[in-house]
């Protein structure tokens, strides 16, 4: 009897908190997406919590602007992140496999190499990471920064574990003695059931290469290969734009709202998928 | 099995994203290719012109223009004009003999804008013809960087076929010497002169001082002492005078008796001026003449005291600052403002246009450079329109007895009348290629002890720390007495 | 006899399936970093358009860092990631139990959970941006305010030392909760259904069974969190980087470690970035060291004994 009363107050509690933090996290967007519809000398005049009637044109203001190629730039953070992501997870998982399912001399070597360097800050090499572009004839492109997410050590490590926990090594046994390659092993057979655990690591990687600044704003030089996190940046110092802050908020909501609304639209596969991804790692 | 279906369609989703992604990748690449076409279409237009034109179909096809805003842009499309149209976004216009004009835009603050330059500079002499800088935007506080003969990255005028002792004869003359290099050649034209008014609100002088007749004002305003006593009578009417204490700064900043750092020396020296300015600011920010919620210039609350909900009485400004900072900001009727004689005559700011070395369209560069700051017509026009300070020294001199550039902003008056006399009492503080590194870091770091943040010492450390991290080579940072 | 061969057969396959990562990671990080460290040791930098150097110096780059505030930037970037990283790390605990307690009913259980893990996809810079006109003096938080009668002058949220850490800690948590909340949550959900029975027979309360079996059992996910908080952690950067407008405003209390090698990159001052490049990495071994240290006893990688544990967990 007790308990039940002590876990009826815990749900109460458990809804407040939840309620709370849910508020925290939806009321800034809500503030954002007042502001955007609003214009400069309204908001001027101090915050409103209705709507105004700027929207399409703060919208109009923000996609006819070729200094700050929004549209552009969403479309260049699509291409990266998008491919990052692929290749990140396709290599990461190739990798796991070849140290979890094969024993050969570097084994070990390899695999605590790749756990030493599994917490070395991306910005400790941005220097000379910049020079050996140029060398390369890369700067200024949008490769740099989808090429070097082949080597993802975090990646590895959580394929790694998953490996560890749902690939029985007598599954790969018993494909040989069916007679199949060795990579037509990986991709037909280890994949699938790496499924999970590449839609997990495939949406970060997604998330953080498009939320990723520092290396795009020092490898991307011109307007038409900018990505959206180096633009945002931009905005914040550009004065002659300040005059305009309708068209500022409108911006940061064109910045975020494309991700937003595929999040929503898949947010049930993308829990799962996370959800899943954890069970065995 | 659901949940792995759920997977395999996230998973396909992902991939499928992903591949469209690349896919369009092939797109991005291929754009350039498509810019490649139109010039050549623009190459054909120029060869049927070609007759009258004959000198300029050997030059490139693209004039690039480096700026750190879009006032450059809107300046040039209005007077020059060859230009027959511009795109909606504001990044290429067509000239009528089919040149394309590419408008490089990117922010002065943080470095930004000269960072993107200094790095198409360096690659100037490798790049191709329609990819080189012809036209770079500098603003005062570092035109000296890019002046200097020994870099030699702007052409001197000359070179280009322009002679700054008659064709700019009429610009006023701290604006040449200021755009020469230690030679005394002339390798930057601008065609405003930025002499700073005090610009105060009609309504809170009505109220706190019973006028806003400008002369009036004018006498409340005529230095440091009398200021301080006026700023007294606004702060018991619940009024600040300014917003903040970075508004005030040039005002000290611009006399400085030397350079931040002297030709050829290694060594930040601190102006007593500098100190002044300082101290003073204290004194007014503790007898609360500054509004404390601003905090410096060029953020959302500085903008946010132009605005008619604010209690700031003044602002100091040049021309430009009135155009495109209070303008814009101002959310009531017109006519609220009114220009007078600041504490002390000052300059602040400018933009000038250089001709980058190794420009491919030396006659366009030419044409448009004397167009924008040398045709008194034009400049007659900018003045009007814009309200702006042009750099023409009969034109300025006439239209401070002439009523018709009066500005409705300003409620009828002529904002010339103060402006002019401003101009001919302008003494430039002597310019170093550190200017504006010193100047923000100044204000950063003493900002934080004008907030009581932090100590005097310790502001002054934190001004020799940020100065040694953004300049290397500076080996030592005096401080006066 | 015949295995033995076999297995060496095979062997190959190993290094073919490694080698992209090896390859790239070699091209792309390995030959920057020995770049980086050769330069930390010339004086190379960028005058206005000239440049400056290389010439060798030997340490002289280390030891001026070591003289400058370094540490001071260090303690920053500790204190910030304290301060975002705690209440993350409790608040999702907490929220993960709770989430699979099935006795508790949460209602609207989806939409919390798509709630909270929406924060994590708005991009730093663009959230750090919103905060800063959010929060300004006279923006909509201060008017909100001042309507209210909470307050009756604007507060200075970013003028204070407290306030700007506050800020980053506030926007690193609200960014980070709803992932950790939902990664330990599969973590929780892994262990056997069996021993929450089992205990609550032999008569486990809820702390009991939290503090007992199931922070134990998540222990290997607690440390992949802590691993991937921590890196994140030490590059921490366009937070507030573009909240103080790289200022660390007020008396650089706010700039990180790679705020601080940020200002060497903008200055073009390639050897004293690349000394600071080598002073993060070591620390970044360090912290490294110290966490595998922490987090399993036996073996390097922690993921082995964790498998195991849960094994043993479910049997």
């Given at each position: 009897?007790?308990?039940?009363?002590?876990?009826?107050?815990?749900?109460v509690?458990?809804?407040?908190?939840?309620?709370?933090?849910?508020?925290?996290?939806?009321?800034?967007?809500?503030?954002?997406?007042?502001?955007?519809?609003?214009?400069?000398?309204?908001?001027?005049?101090?915050?409103?919590?209705?709507?105004?009637?700027?929207?399409?044109?703060?919208?109009?203001?923000?996609t006819?602007?070729?200094?700050?190629?929004?549209?552009?730039?969403?479309?260049?953070?699509?291409?990266?992140?998008?491919?990052s992501a692929?290749?990140?997870?396709?290599?990461?998982?190739?990798?796991?496999?070849?140290?979890?399912?094969?024993?050969?001399?570097?084994?070990?070597?390899?695999?605590?190499?790749?756990?030493?360097?599994?917490?070395?800050?991306?910005?400790?090499?941005?220097?000379?990471f910049?020079?050996?572009?140029?060398?390369?004839?890369?700067?200024?492109?949008?490769?740099?920064?989808?090429?070097?997410?082949?080597?993802?050590?975090?990646?590895?490590?959580?394929?790694?574990?998953?490996?560890?926990?749902?690939?029985?090594?007598?599954?790969?046994?018993?494909?040989?003695?069916?007679?199949?390659?060795?990579?037509?092993?990986?991709n037909?057979?280890?994949?699938?059931?790496?499924?999970?655990?590449?839609?997990?690591?495939?949406?970060?990687?997604?998330?953080?290469?498009?939320?990723?600044?520092?290396?795009?704003?020092?490898?991307?030089?011109?307007?038409?290969?900018?990505?959206?996190?180096?633009?945002?940046?931009?905005?914040?110092?550009?004065?002659?734009?300040?005059?305009?802050?309708?068209?500022?908020?409108?911006?940061i909501?064109v910045a975020?709202?494309?991700?937003?609304?595929?999040?929503?639209?898949?947010?049930?596969?993308i829990?799962a998928?996370?959800?899943?991804?954890?069970?065995?790692? | 099995?659901?949940?792995?279906?759920?997977?395999?369609?996230?998973?396909?989703?992902?991939?499928?994203?992903?591949?469209?992604?690349?896919?369009?990748?092939?797109?991005v690449?291929?754009?350039?290719t498509?810019?490649?076409?139109?010039?050549?279409?623009?190459?054909?237009?120029?060869?049927?012109?070609?007759?009258?034109?004959?000198?300029?179909?050997?030059?490139?096809?693209?004039?690039?223009?480096?700026?750190?805003?879009?006032?450059?842009?809107?300046?040039?499309?209005?007077v020059y004009?060859?230009?027959?149209?511009?795109?909606?976004?504001?990044?290429?216009?067509?000239?009528?003999?089919?040149?394309?004009?590419?408008?490089?835009?990117?922010?002065?603050?943080?470095?930004?804008?000269?960072d993107?330059?200094?790095?198409?500079?360096?690659?100037?002499?490798?790049a191709?013809?329609?990819?080189?800088?012809?036209?770079?935007?500098a603003?005062?506080?570092?035109?000296?960087?890019?002046?200097?003969?020994?870099?030699?990255?702007?052409?001197?005028?000359?070179?280009?076929?322009?002679?700054?002792?008659?064709?700019?004869?009429?610009?006023?003359?701290?604006?040449?010497?200021?755009a020469?290099?230690?030679?005394?050649?002339?390798?930057?034209?601008?065609?405003?002169?930025?002499?700073?008014?005090?610009?105060?609100?009609?309504?809170?002088?009505k109220?706190?001082?019973?006028?806003?007749?400008?002369?009036?004002?004018?006498?409340?305003?005529?230095?440091?002492?009398v200021?301080?006593?006026?700023?007294?009578?606004?702060?018991?009417?619940?009024?600040?005078?300014?917003?903040?204490?970075?508004?005030?700064?040039?005002?000290?900043?611009?006399?400085?008796a030397?350079?931040?750092?002297?030709?050829?020396?290694?060594?930040?020296?601190?102006?007593?001026?500098?100190?002044?300015?300082?101290?003073?600011?204290?004194?007014?920010?503790?007898?609360?003449?500054?509004?404390?919620?601003?905090?410096?210039?060029?953020?959302?609350?500085?903008?946010?005291?132009?605005?008619?909900?604010?209690?700031?009485?003044?602002?100091?400004?040049?021309?430009?600052?009135?155009?495109?900072?209070?303008?814009?900001?101002?959310?009531?009727?017109?006519?609220?403002?009114?220009?007078?004689?600041?504490?002390?005559?000052?300059?602040?700011?400018?933009?000038?246009?250089?001709?980058?070395?190794?420009?491919?369209?030396?006659?366009?560069?030419?044409?448009?450079?004397?167009?924008?700051?040398?045709?008194?017509?034009?400049?007659?026009?900018?003045?009007?329109?814009?309200?702006?300070?042009?750099?023409?020294?009969?034109?300025?001199?006439?239209?401070?007895?002439?009523?018709?550039?009066?500005?409705?902003?300003?409620g009828?008056?002529?904002?010339?009348?103060?402006?002019?006399?401003?101009?001919?009492?302008?003494?430039?503080?002597?310019?170093?290629?550190?200017?504006?590194?010193?100047?923000?870091l100044?204000?950063?770091?003493?900002?934080?002890?004008?907030?009581?943040?932090?100590?005097?010492?310790?502001?002054?450390?934190?001004?020799?720390?940020?100065?040694?991290?953004?300049?290397?080579?500076?080996?030592?940072?005096?401080w006066?007495? | 006899?015949?295995?033995?061969?076999?297995?060496?057969?095979?062997?190959?396959?190993?290094?073919?399936?490694?080698?992209?990562?090896?390859?790239?990671?070699?091209?792309?990080?390995?030959?920057?970093?020995?770049?980086?460290?050769?330069?930390?040791?010339y004086?190379?930098?960028?005058?206005?358009?000239?440049?400056?150097?290389?010439?060798?110096?030997?340490?002289?780059?280390?030891?001026?860092?070591?003289?400058?505030?370094?540490?001071?930037?260090?303690?920053?970037?500790?204190?910030?990631?304290?301060?975002?990283?705690?209440?993350?790390?409790?608040?999702a605990?907490?929220?993960?139990?709770?989430?699979?307690?099935?006795?508790?009913?949460?209602?609207?259980?989806?939409?919390f959970?798509?709630?909270?893990?929406?924060?994590?996809?708005?991009?730093?810079?663009?959230?750090?941006?919103?905060?800063f006109?959010?929060?300004?003096?006279?923006?909509?938080?201060?008017?909100?305010l001042?309507?209210?009668?909470v307050?009756?002058?604007?507060?200075?949220?970013?003028?204070?030392?407290f306030?700007?850490?506050?800020?980053?800690?506030?926007?690193?948590?609200?960014?980070?909760?709803?992932?950790?909340?939902?990664?330990?949550?599969?973590?929780?959900?892994?262990?056997?259904p069996?021993i929450?029975?089992?205990?609550?027979?032999?008569?486990c309360?809820?702390?009991?069974?939290?503090?007992?079996?199931?922070?134990?059992?998540?222990?290997?996910?607690?440390?992949?969190?802590?691993?991937?908080?921590?890196?994140?952690?030490?590059?921490?950067?366009?937070?507030?980087?573009i909240?103080?407008?790289?200022?660390?405003?007020?008396?650089?209390?706010?700039?990180?470690?790679?705020?601080?090698?940020?200002?060497?990159?903008?200055?073009?001052?390639?050897?004293?970035?690349?000394?600071?490049?080598?002073?993060?990495?070591?620390?970044?071994?360090?912290?490294?060291?110290?966490?595998?240290?922490?987090?399993?006893?036996?073996?390097?990688?922690?993921?082995?004994a964790?498998?195991?544990?849960?094994?043993?967990g479910?049997?």
């Amino acid at each position: 009897m007790k308990s039940k009363e002590y876990n009826s107050f815990r749900t109460v509690f458990a809804h407040v908190l939840l309620v709370i933090l849910s508020f925290m996290c939806l009321f800034f967007f809500y503030i954002l997406f007042v502001n955007s519809t609003r214009s400069h000398a309204d908001l001027q005049k101090g915050f409103s919590a209705l709507p105004g009637s700027y929207f399409f044109t703060n919208l109009t203001n923000v996609t006819n602007d070729g200094t700050f190629p929004m549209v552009r730039g969403i479309v260049n953070s699509l291409i990266v992140s998008g491919c990052s992501a692929a290749i990140c997870i396709y290599f990461s998982a190739l990798t796991a496999y070849g140290l979890y399912a094969y024993d050969f001399k570097a084994k070990k070597v390899a695999f605590t190499f790749i756990m030493a360097i599994l917490v070395m800050p991306t910005q400790v090499t941005a220097m000379g990471f910049l020079r050996l572009i140029t060398k390369m004839g890369m700067y200024d492109s949008l490769l740099p920064l989808i090429i070097p997410s082949i080597a993802s050590p975090a990646v590895f490590y959580f394929m790694y574990s998953y490996l560890q926990s749902s690939l029985p090594l007598s599954l790969v046994e018993a494909a040989r003695i069916d007679g199949s390659k060795e990579f037509r092993t990986f991709n037909q057979i280890v994949l699938p059931i790496m499924k999970p655990a590449m839609a997990v690591q495939a949406i970060f990687t997604f998330v953080g290469s498009w939320n990723n600044y520092f290396v795009p704003a020092l490898v991307i030089q011109s307007k038409d290969k900018m990505t959206v996190p180096i633009l945002i940046a931009l905005l914040r110092g550009a004065d002659y734009l300040n005059r305009d802050m309708g068209k500022i908020y409108m911006m940061i909501m064109v910045a975020i709202v494309p991700i937003v609304l595929v999040y929503l639209f898949l947010s049930k596969y993308i829990i799962a998928g996370v959800t899943l991804g954890g069970v065995k790692g | 099995m659901k949940k792995k279906l759920l997977s395999a369609v996230l998973v396909s989703a992902m991939l499928a994203g992903t591949l469209a992604g690349c896919g369009s990748g092939g797109g991005v690449n291929s754009t350039p290719t498509d810019n490649g076409g139109s010039a050549d279409t623009g190459s054909d237009v120029s060869a049927d012109g070609g007759a009258s034109e004959a000198a300029q179909t050997d030059e490139g096809q693209v004039i690039n223009i480096y700026s750190f805003n879009d006032e450059l842009r809107n300046r040039i499309t209005a007077v020059y004009s060859a230009i027959e149209n511009t795109s909606d976004d504001g990044t290429v216009s067509t000239l009528n003999d089919g040149t394309e004009i590419h408008w490089i835009i990117n922010p002065n603050q943080d470095g930004v804008y000269q960072d993107k330059l200094d790095e198409a500079l360096n690659g100037q002499a490798s790049a191709s013809a329609d990819d080189k800088v012809d036209i770079f935007a500098a603003e005062l506080d570092y035109i000296v960087k890019y002046t200097d003969a020994d870099i030699n990255v702007a052409m001197p005028l000359e070179s280009l076929g322009i002679n700054p002792d008659t064709d700019l004869a009429d610009q006023f003359d701290f604006t040449k010497t200021v755009a020469s290099d230690q030679n005394g050649v002339q390798r930057a034209s601008t065609w405003q002169a930025c002499p700073g008014v005090l610009v105060y609100r009609r309504d809170i002088a009505k109220e706190v001082f019973g006028t806003d007749d400008p002369e009036e004002i004018g006498k409340k305003t005529k230095d440091w002492d009398v200021m301080k006593e006026t700023a007294e009578e606004l702060k018991a009417a619940g009024y600040y005078t300014f917003s903040s204490y970075a508004d005030t700064f040039r005002l000290y900043n611009n006399s400085m008796a030397d350079a931040w750092v002297s030709p050829g020396e290694t060594t930040i020296k601190v102006d007593q001026k500098i100190i002044d300015w300082v101290t003073d600011s204290k004194e007014w920010k503790d007898a609360g003449y500054f509004d404390p919620a601003v905090k410096g210039q060029w953020n959302s609350d500085w903008f946010t005291a132009m605005s008619s909900s604010a209690k700031v009485f003044a602002f100091l400004f040049p021309a430009w600052g009135i155009d495109t900072q209070m303008v814009p900001n101002w959310d009531g009727e017109a006519g609220a403002w009114a220009v007078t004689n600041a504490p002390l005559s000052y300059n602040w700011g400018g933009t000038f246009v250089l001709a980058a070395e190794g420009t491919d369209n030396p006659s366009h560069v030419k044409d448009i450079i004397l167009a924008l700051t040398a045709d008194t017509d034009n400049l007659t026009m900018i003045s009007k329109e814009y309200a702006d300070f042009t750099n023409a020294k009969s034109v300025m001199q006439a239209a401070a007895a002439d009523d018709s550039f009066a500005s409705d902003f300003l409620g009828g008056q002529n904002p010339y009348v103060y402006f002019t006399p401003g101009a001919d009492s302008i003494k430039m503080a002597p310019l170093s290629a550190y200017d504006q590194g010193c100047v923000e870091l100044v204000q950063n770091a003493f900002g934080d002890y004008l907030q009581d943040q932090i100590d005097y010492n310790k502001a002054k450390e934190n001004f020799e720390t940020a100065i040694r991290e953004r300049y290397p080579e500076i080996t030592q940072i005096q401080w006066p007495e | 006899m015949k295995q033995k061969r076999k297995k060496i057969d095979y062997s190959k396959w190993g290094y073919i399936f490694i080698l992209p990562f090896f390859a790239s990671f070699f091209i792309f990080s390995l030959i920057p970093l020995i770049d980086t460290i050769r330069y930390s040791f010339y004086e190379y930098y960028r005058s206005g358009l000239k440049e400056i150097g290389p010439n060798f110096i030997g340490m002289a780059n280390y030891a001026e860092l070591l003289k400058s505030d370094m540490l001071k930037y260090a303690g920053n970037t500790l204190i910030l990631w304290l301060i975002g990283f705690l209440p993350q790390i409790v608040i999702a605990l907490l929220l993960a139990s709770w989430f699979v307690d099935a006795r508790l009913k949460i209602r609207g259980q989806q939409f919390f959970k798509v709630v909270i893990y929406l924060p994590n996809l708005i991009m730093a810079s663009a959230f750090a941006m919103l905060f800063f006109t959010l929060f300004s003096n006279k923006g909509p938080i201060n008017s909100i305010l001042l309507s209210m009668g909470v307050t009756q002058n604007p507060i200075d949220f970013m003028g204070s030392v407290f306030g700007t850490r506050t800020l980053v800690g506030v926007m690193n948590f609200l960014m980070w909760f709803g992932n950790t909340t939902i990664m330990l949550m599969a973590a929780i959900m892994g262990i056997s259904p069996d021993i929450f029975e089992a205990s609550e027979i032999d008569g486990c309360n809820s702390m009991q069974r939290f503090f007992r079996i199931t922070l134990p059992l998540i222990r290997p996910i607690l440390a992949y969190t802590l691993i991937t908080s921590i890196i994140g952690g030490l590059q921490m950067f366009d937070v507030p980087q573009i909240l103080t407008n790289g200022q660390g405003s007020p008396d650089r209390t706010s700039t990180t470690l790679i705020m601080f090698l940020n200002n060497h990159l903008k200055s073009k001052n390639y050897g004293m970035a690349g000394a600071l490049s080598v002073y993060l990495f070591i620390v970044s071994g360090i912290l490294c060291f110290i966490v595998y240290r922490i987090t399993n006893d036996e073996d390097p990688d922690g993921s082995k004994a964790a498998a195991r544990k849960n094994k043993k967990g479910r049997r």
